[in-house]
């Protein structure tokens, strides 16, 4: 696994806010859920892990980032405690993994609670194929089933209990049964009283709507009544092979059909005053674009002390390059003619530069999503990037220079971590 500088994870710009575990009877299930997948257990005395289990010492020990996805389908998961709910999930072929494992661990919260006192939770989110070849592999998978198992079978002795209650229960002379009474015992003392606390998971099967992958070097599906559209590299295979009644396909190197997908479907927001002047996001935009031409023309630069006044300064004596590239000059007159019309004549835009004055619509499920897919479209916007596209953000960070580098994560680190919740609010309308 190629670790990342340091300087990612000193800022938790990369594996942040993950669980420690460092208790040895942790560790010990943890290798029993390692076991369990056919894997060697940890020597580690202490790691760290994210929602689903996944741990980056691990997977640095063990040499195999993908050892709780082997074929980037069918994720394994493996759950310590209940409070890995409120962790991010930082390594993923999908990327609504992080959802399914949301809504599993919350439906079945209180089976979770239980189990985990005594036990660890371990499985596979299983989908309906072992290993994607095609698009119509992806497109196969209409839902998802929780496959849980557990390392001292709590799970099977709790079943098998109930079983024998229910015995108790109907059959008059079951209580004359001594062996039965006796097994009986022995599972109450392992599982408790079942009947308060519920180890079965109630819902284990969940839908699998719109999502990214990265098979097939990047692949956006959206799900609408009656069409499914998905967005990826023509070469992927399988792109436009089958059933055009049910699935359009849209090349990412196509921005206008992309964006005219995007708009026609109400996943964006066109630029209008009522957000683009409070949010400031096309001063944002603006900003990232200039930084972006720095970059460029002076890639060793220190910009540590870099300041508005340094900006406005460089953009007026390399004003032959702000032309030449023409977005920041764009956005400046999009800026005009939203503070005269209150809005932008959309349709007058070249359709790369459209993609600089939308965003995601926040109250449309497929908001993050769809921010997500505007980013690929502004490679610029390293933050835009880094929230919505991490594995695009870190894949730029590899091609770098250490000066740029330093310069991004001090960036981000004075806007976006100071307040996550705030930042993303006030520029992408997004609360959550």
Not at 15 to 31: K, M, S, T
Not at 52 to 80: H, K, M, Q
Not at 214 to 233: A, E, K, R, W
Request: hydrophobic share 40%; proline share 6%; charged share 25%.
């Amino acid at each position: 696994m190629s670790k990342k500088p340091d300087l990612l994870r000193d800022n938790e710009l990369i594996y942040g806010r993950l669980l420690p575990v460092d208790e040895p009877h942790l560790i010990q299930r943890y290798n029993k859920a390692l076991a369990a997948f056919g894997l060697p257990p940890t020597k580690l005395k202490s790691f760290q892990i994210d929602r689903t289990g996944f741990s980056p010492e691990i997977a640095d020990e063990c040499g195999d980032p993908d050892y709780l996805d082997p074929n980037e389908v069918n994720r394994r998961f493996i759950i310590l405690t209940p409070s890995q709910i409120d962790l991010p999930v930082v390594h993923t072929a999908f990327s609504n993994t992080s959802q399914l494992m949301f809504e599993f661990m919350s439906k079945n919260q209180r089976a979770i609670d239980a189990l985990t006192i005594k036990d660890v939770i371990y499985g596979e989110i299983e989908d309906s194929i072992p290993k994607v070849n095609d698009i119509e592999d992806l497109l196969s998978i209409n839902q998802v089933e929780f496959k849980v198992l557990s390392a001292e079978d709590v799970l099977g002795k709790a079943a098998e209990l109930g079983k024998l209650v229910d015995r108790l229960k109907q059959e008059p002379d079951a209580w004359r049964d001594n062996a039965m009474l006796t097994r009986m015992v022995e599972l109450a003392k392992i599982c408790g009283d079942i009947r308060e606390n519920a180890l079965v998971p109630d819902q284990v099967i969940f839908r699998h709507n719109a999502y990214w992958t990265s098979h097939f070097g990047g692949l956006y599906v959206f799900v609408d009544p009656g069409m499914t559209t998905v967005i990826s590299d023509p070469a992927a295979p399988g792109f436009r092979r089958s059933r055009p009644w049910q699935v359009s396909y849209l090349s990412i190197n196509d921005a206008d059909k992309v964006f005219k997908f995007l708009a026609s479907t109400g996943r964006i927001e066109l630029p209008r005053a009522s957000w683009t002047e409070a949010s400031g996001y096309l001063e944002h935009r603006a900003e990232m674009v200039v930084r972006a031409l720095i970059r460029d023309a002076e890639p060793n630069r220190n910009l540590t002390d870099v300041d508005k006044v340094w900006l406005q300064t460089w953009i007026q004596s390399h004003a032959d390059l702000i032309t030449k590239d023409g977005n920041f000059p764009f956005l400046n007159a999009a800026k005009r003619e939203i503070a005269q019309l209150g809005h932008l004549k959309i349709e007058d835009v070249f359709p790369l530069q459209r993609f600089l004055v939308v965003r995601a619509k926040p109250d449309h499920p497929d908001a993050w999503l769809t921010n997500r897919l505007i980013s690929d479209f502004v490679p610029t916007d390293f933050v835009s990037r880094y929230i919505f596209n991490k594995q695009g953000f870190y894949k730029d960070y590899d091609g770098f220079s250490d000066a740029w580098r330093s310069h991004v994560v001090d960036v981000l680190k004075t806007t976006y971590l100071k307040d996550k919740v705030a930042f993303r609010t006030r520029l992408y309308g997004l609360t959550d």
